[in-house]
C-alpha cells in the first residue's frame, strides 16, 4: 500500500512538472498557489529570454524561500539588464533576508554589475551606498579597489566609509594608503573610524 501511494506521489509531481513549458503557461505556474509548482515555473523560466520583469515581480512578493531560491537563481543566470535592475531594487527592501539573498546574487554578476556600480555608490540613500560596498567582498571585478578609494575619498556618510575601510584592510594595495591616512583626517572624532583605518594601514603595509 506504501508503495502504491509513493508511485502515485511520484505521479503527481511528474504531471505537474510536464505542464505545459509555454512562456504564458509558466507565467501562470509562477503565480500557482503550490509552491512546488512555483519553483518549477521558476526554474524553466530560464529558457525565456524576457522573463526577468516577471521573475522580479514574483521575487518581491515571494514568502516561500525554495522558491525564491530558484528565482535568483534563474535570474543570475539570465544576467541581463532587468534583472540586474531587479537585484538591485531589492536592496531598497525592508525584508532583510531578501536584501542579503539579492546581495549574494549580485557577487556572481561582476560584469554586469560593473557599470552601474558607481551609480550604486554614489546613490541617495547611505543604506544603498553600505549594500553595495556588501556586494564589492567578494566581486571578481580588478576595479573593486578602486570603487573602494573612490567611497572614502568622497563618502561623507562614517558608517559607509567604515564599511570601505572594513574591505580595503582585505584588498587594499599601497595605492589605498594615502586615502585611507586622508580619511582619519576627515574623521579624526570618530574612534572606530581611527581604529578601522589604522588597522588597514597596518595589514596593507604588511602584505
Known sequence: MAF?????????????????RDYPDLLLSLQDDNATTRRWAARDLLSCPNAATELVARLMVEQDLS????????????????????????????????????????????????????????????DVRIFSVNVLESLRHPDVETWLIE???SDLH???????VDLLS??????????????????????YMQFAADLALHRIQEA
Not at 170 to 191: D, H, M, N, Y
Open 4 to 20: 502504491v501511494k509513493k508511485k502515485a506521489t511520484e505521479w503527481v509531481v511528474q504531471e505537474d512538472r510536464k505542464q505545459s
Open 67 to 126: 522558491v525564491r531560491e530558484v528565482i535568483l537563481t534563474t535570474l543570475t543566470r539570465l544576467g541581463d539588464a532587468t534583472a540586474v535592475a531587479g537585484l538591485v531594487n531589492c536592496l531598497r527592501s525592508e525584508d532583510t533576508a531578501l536584501r542579503n539573498e539579492a546581495i549574494e546574487a549580485m557577487k556572481q554578476l561582476p560584469d554586469e554589475v560593473a557599470p552601474i556600480m558607481h551609480g550604486l555608490l554614489t546613490d541617495a540613500d547611505p
Open 151 to 153: 567611497v572614502i575619498a
Open 158 to 164: 562614517v558608517n559607509v566609509c567604515a564599511t570601505a
Open 170 to 191: 582585505e584588498v587594499g594595495t599601497a595605492a589605498a594608503l594615502a586615502p585611507l591616512t586622508q580619511l582619519k583626517a576627515r574623521f579624526a572624532a570618530e574612534p
